[in-house]
């Protein structure tokens, strides 16, 4: 039997692990680049949406810190349909760009997932190209040589870079979205990984029994604060992984709130904070999928 938790829950620090995961792959893009292989980053930016300016120039700094080239498209708020495609293609046949990303939103109007879906999938640096995500399907147990989901593939990562063993584990994930909800599954269930996924949401009957049966909890239904310290087991690993922005009834102000209510560190063995968590691995392992794609590119040659 399992002693009682009693203690408060460690940090998953997700800045120094995205650190160091992206120190080594300095050492691994320096090694490419001696045998002329040499990564090469793409976003595609449509309009000046200053949420979207913000993330795509933390890649490109990202880029730069690791020695990944950056491929730079910017198209106006007014940008077509046709224009866009057209971008789509150019970076689909541009030999320097090994990965890359179309920033969402895109324009009132244009048809995303036709944009989406019209990536080359060996350079979906977002891992959720369709292909992709029916190769995590299709192949949960032999290897995968296709970008992987970045959030997911981070959550994973920060924990098992913490020493916490996955295996056996029941795992509640919060929340149905492709990016985190809907693509973990894949990947936890896979049997290197060998755990047992129960997928909630924001419509779950009785979630706090859910969540109370679980080891793990990873919160991805942008709800703020849907996750409290009363629903967890105690000695649970918890995850922030969601973002809502609420508004303060005090100050009338706006502010950042992630999905895990205070207290939860109380009850938590191992607490992925929000910002601080998963945030930094997402980038990181973004930079990773950029990486091993130029390394298959020149494999298949």
């Known amino acids: 039997m399992r ?4 203690g408060a829950a460690q940090v998953l620090d997700g800045t120094a692990t995205a650190a160091t995961i992206k120190a080594e792959l300095k050492e691994r893009v320096d090694a490419l680049r001696a045998h002329g292989i ?4 793409g976003t595609l930016l449509v309009g000046q949406d200053p949420g979207s300016v913000k993330y ?16 730079r498209v ?3 708020q007014t940008a077509s349909q046709a224009d866009i495609e057209a971008a789509v293609d150019r970076l689909n046949a541009d030999p320097a760009c090994t990965g890359y990303i179309v920033q969402l939103p895109l324009p009132r109007g244009v048809n995303m997932n036709a944009i ?12 959720l190209h369709p292909t992709n995500l029916g190769r995590l399907v299709l192949r949960g147990v032999e290897p995968i040589d296709s970008p992987l989901p970045c959030t997911p593939r981070g959550c994973i990562e920060l924990m098992e870079r913490h020493g916490i063993d996955l295996a056996g584990k029941d795992v509640c994930v919060i929340g149905r979205g ?4 809907r693509s973990i599954g894949l990947l936890l269930m896979r049997k290197d990984v060998n755990a047992t996924v129960d997928v909630c949401h924001t419509g779950t009957r009785d979630l706090a029994d859910h969540v109370r049966r679980a080891d793990i909890v990873i919160a991805a239904a942008g709800s703020a604060g849907i996750v409290t310290a009363e629903m967890l087991k105690p000695g649970a690993v918890v995850l922030d992984v969601g973002v809502s922005r609420v508004v303060d009834p005090a100050t009338g102000k706006g502010k ?5 209510a205070d207290g939860v560190d109380r009850v938590a063995s191992w607490l992925s904070p929000n910002p601080g968590g998963v ?11 950029v990486v091993e794609a130029a390394l298959r590119k020149e494999l298949m040659r």
């Open 38 to 41: 040499v990564p090469g980053l």
């Open 116 to 127: 989406l879906e019209r990536i080359d999938p060996d350079k979906d640096a977002d891992g």
């Open 279 to 289: 945030g930094p691995m997402t980038r990181a392992l973004l930079l990773a999928n």
């Open 56 to 71: 795509v120039a933390g890649k490109h700094a990202d880029c730069r810190e690791v020695g990944i080239e950056s491929i």
């Open 74 to 76: 910017e198209l106006s």
């Open 256 to 260: 950042i709130m992630g999905d895990v």
């Open 3 to 6: 002693a009682p938790w009693t």
């Open 178 to 181: 492709v990016t985190v909800g």
